[in-house]
């Protein structure tokens, strides 16, 4: 599974993207993502599954791309 990091987050991860296993659903994949990256929980984010924003837990694969995004402003 790849997983893109845009924004801020990059800073807060090291790293515009790498690639993990699979986790079985979305709830496991941001636990686990607090749990390597800690600082995360300190930023809002949008978590994205093959382009799709993600609202509640949902079944994840390992050729799913999921994009973390932080809040955007534009003008």
Do not use: C, R, W
Request: charged content about 25%; cysteine-free.
């Amino acid at each position: 599974m790849k997983i893109i990091v845009f924004g801020v987050l990059t800073d807060v991860i090291g790293k515009s993207a790498f690639e993990i296993k699979a986790p079985k659903d979305s709830e496991t994949l941001l636990q686990n993502l607090y749990s390597e990256f800690f600082f995360l929980k300190n930023y809002k984010f949008q978590l994205v599954v093959n382009k799709e924003k993600v609202d509640g837990n949902v079944v994840l694969n390992d050729n799913d791309e999921i994009a973390l995004l932080p809040p955007y402003s534009g003008g």
